[in-house]
């Protein structure tokens, strides 16, 4: 301690984190970067794998109910109508009623100046690999985009004489690349991640997904970080997990990192505590709203209190599926065919759109905006149009009803009994024997088990999804603490960080939602949303490299050898902790 008062943060930063990698996955991208850095890499977190299968999958994970029920659309026509009592707008019947008559138009660049210039489409990706024996005027033509017969034909080149053609499809495509290929070639998308958890199904076995996480990581700590398979063995590993992931979850990224991608040492942190790191504070309420999942949890004290999490399952694409459904539902969007299921790209499209022209603010909130659309492999075409109703699909983080979440199977219940686990004692209790099978062989995943069961099986530990808004969801949490002096703190000390938090308007919306919410027996009359410090994109990858850089004693870090050979061994007499049980000894030192 004395060494960290006398230190210059910059030298701490350069001494202790050129050689310790900072790694923040997500469901929809993962920051990661060395803690030395100022900002970290964010790169989509999937991958497209070549494939000769037919019929071929798309999406290898598509298995969401994208298709809403008569139930829900009334539910979400119910929700508008409120938020459009609340935004000061016309309600749904009403705005059929003045469609004929023109509307009242907003400056498009009134509140955000770049939301005048015209966005640049995306290309297609291209998906062979680099021959320079190749004529130049087949180069021109990938370059552009090609049709979809001459992909086609260029399919059934590759497939039947793979060995010889001058065109040969690249056998992996990563990130955004992977994102923005043409369903017209032979490729699957695979995410790994799904809604806050390993995207394990009928479909996607763990093994695979297991893999394509590692073939994620190694690509971007070979090409993008230019940390060699061979150099890893002089850094350590820093994993800042979401509050969702389950212990067998977190040990197999555990065994990635150490076993697959071969660093010296690796240790886990929350996200909640590293984003409370992040923005140097030592008690908060923090909200982490992601692209598909929104969490609550409060920090006391530089410790996560497990019993105020909460769980919301949707997030920012969610607001942008809400987005194309406004925009359909006043029949201002153009006659193209958008899906954001099947056409990894137009989901980018929207995103971008969402993140440009979307806040929350009173009255009617309109704009004219770039649509383009990406028909099989054709360059793109502009479609310029006016975007309605601005303001409603952010609000469906307090009503979310309006973003009808697509709902999935969750993997096995089964899997995720952890027989070792890294979260709790488990040293003295009794576990169920694995049946007995012939051979000395292990029953399958799923013997005797619903193949769909619901989960998460532990019911000490708060993982269940919360079907409430976010308001709803951050009181709840800050109640539960139980004394009235840490809640008034927290109600006052509420910290938005992922990439949702951006949006235009959130911050006021959050403190007059949460205010309303709040029982009126309980003696809480002020709430505020703390300004944040750094970008809250990456506030938690930010605080996970403090955490690293300050935590001298290193005594909760795993080694490699010790993970290989042993991995959590119960008669040894060390057990790993998450950083529900961190004390935040340094402190002192970020917020002096």
């Known amino acids: 301690m004395d060494y960290l008062k006398t230190v210059v943060p910059s030298?701490?930063?350069?001494?202790?984190?050129?050689?310790?990698?900072?790694?923040?996955?997500?469901?929809?991208?993962?920051?990661?970067?060395?803690?030395?850095?100022?900002?970290?890499?964010?790169?989509?977190?999937?991958?497209?794998?070549?494939?000769?299968?037919?019929?071929?999958?798309?999406?290898?994970?598509?298995?969401?109910?994208?298709?809403?029920?008569?139930?829900?659309?009334?539910?979400?026509?119910?929700?508008?109508d409120t938020i459009a009592s609340f935004l000061k707008i016309p309600f749904l019947d009403e705005e059929v009623a003045n469609n004929s008559y023109p509307r009242k138009m907003g400056r498009v660049d009134g509140y955000n100046p770049q939301n005048s210039r015209k966005e640049p489409a995306f290309d297609w990706t291209d998906v062979y690999e680099k021959d320079p024996s190749s004529s130049s005027s087949l180069e021109s033509s990938e370059n552009k985009g090609t049709t979809s017969e001459a992909l086609g034909q260029l399919e059934d080149?590759?497939?039947?004489?793979?060995?010889?053609?001058?065109?040969?499809?690249?056998?992996?495509?990563?990130?955004?690349?992977?994102?923005?290929?043409?369903?017209?070639?032979?490729?699957?998308?695979?995410?790994?991640?799904?809604?806050?958890?390993?995207?394990?199904?009928?479909?996607?076995?763990?093994?695979?997904?297991?893999?394509?996480?590692?073939?994620?990581?190694?690509?971007?700590?070979?090409?993008?970080?230019?940390?060699?398979l061979r150099e890893r063995n002089m850094y350590a590993a820093m994993l800042v997990v979401p509050e969702t992931f389950d212990s067998r979850e977190i040990k197999e990224l555990l065994s990635i990192v150490l076993r697959d991608l071969r660093f010296s040492s690796a240790v886990v942190h929350q996200e909640g505590l590293a984003a409370a790191f992040g923005n140097g504070l030592s008690t908060a309420c923090v909200v982490k709203m992601g692209a598909q999942v929104t969490s609550v949890i409060c920090i006391e004290d530089?410790?996560?209190?497990?019993?105020?999490?909460?769980?919301?399952?949707?997030?920012?694409?969610?607001?942008?599926?809400?987005?194309?459904?406004?925009?359909?539902?006043?029949q201002t969007w153009p006659q193209i065919r958008t899906d954001m299921f099947a056409k990894p790209i137009d989901l980018l499209m929207l995103n971008r759109l969402k993140e440009s022209y979307c806040e929350i603010k009173e009255g009617e909130l309109d704009a004219v905006g770039i649509v383009h659309s990406y028909e099989d492999g054709l360059p793109a075409g502009s479609h310029k149009t006016r975007l309605t109703a601005l303001n409603v699909p952010p609000m469906g983080l307090f009503f979310p009803m309006l973003l009808v979440p697509d709902a999935y199977p969750p993997p096995p219940s089964v899997w995720f009994r952890d027989y070792e686990d890294m979260l709790e004692d488990t040293w003295h209790m009794e576990f169920p024997r694995r049946p007995e099978m012939p051979d000395g062989m292990y029953p399958s995943m799923n013997v005797g088990y619903p193949m769909w069961d619901t989960y998460p099986v532990f019911a000490a530990k708060p993982k269940k999804e919360?079907?409430?808004?976010?308001?709803e969801a951050i009181t709840s949490s800050i109640l539960s603490t139980g004394r009235i002096?840490?809640?008034?703190?927290?109600?006052?000390?509420?910290?938005?960080?992922?990439?949702?938090?951006?949006?235009?308007?959130?911050?006021?919306?959050?403190?007059?939602?949460?205010?309303?919410?709040?029982?009126?027996?309980?003696a809480i009359d002020t709430v505020e949303v703390l300004q944040p410090r750094a970008n809250p994109t990456f506030v938690s990858w930010k605080g996970g490299a403090i955490l690293g850089i300050l935590d001298f004693g290193r005594d909760a870090w795993i080694h490699r050898d010790d993970w290989i050979h042993n991995g959590?061994?119960?008669?040894?007499?060390?057990?790993?902790?998450?950083?529900?049980?961190?004390?935040?000894?340094?402190?002192?030192?970020?917020?002096?």
């Open 157 to 228: 080149e590759n497939t039947k004489e793979l060995g010889s053609s001058n065109h040969k499809y690249k056998k992996v495509i990563f990130g955004e690349e992977a994102q923005k290929i043409s369903p017209m070639a032979p490729y699957t998308l695979r995410r790994p991640i799904r809604r806050g958890h390993l995207n394990i199904s009928q479909h996607y076995p763990m093994q695979q997904v297991l893999e394509d996480i590692h073939a994620i990581w190694d690509f971007i700590l070979t090409e993008k970080l230019h940390i060699p």
């Open 485 to 522: 002096d840490l809640q008034r703190k927290l109600f006052c000390s509420i910290q938005l960080v992922g990439g949702v938090a951006l949006t235009r308007g959130l911050v006021p919306a959050v403190e007059e939602r949460v205010l309303h919410t709040i029982p009126s027996n309980e």
């Open 568 to 592: 959590i061994h119960i008669g040894s007499g060390r057990k790993y902790k998450d950083s529900y049980f961190l004390q935040a000894q340094a402190m002192c030192y970020i917020n002096s």
């Open 302 to 330: 530089g410790v996560a209190l497990p019993t105020t999490e909460k769980t919301l399952p949707f997030g920012g694409e969610d607001i942008s599926r809400c987005f194309l459904w406004t925009q359909r539902h006043h």
């Open 11 to 80: 030298q701490l930063l350069s001494e202790r984190g050129s050689n310790l990698v900072v790694i923040n996955p997500g469901s929809a991208n993962i920051r990661i970067g060395l803690a030395s850095q100022d900002t970290p890499l964010n790169f989509a977190h999937c991958i497209a794998r070549h494939t000769t299968q037919v019929p071929r999958r798309n999406v290898q994970d598509q298995l969401l109910n994208s298709q809403v029920s008569t139930a829900q659309y009334m539910e979400r026509e119910k929700a508008y």
């Open 466 to 471: 919360e079907k409430v808004g976010l308001a």
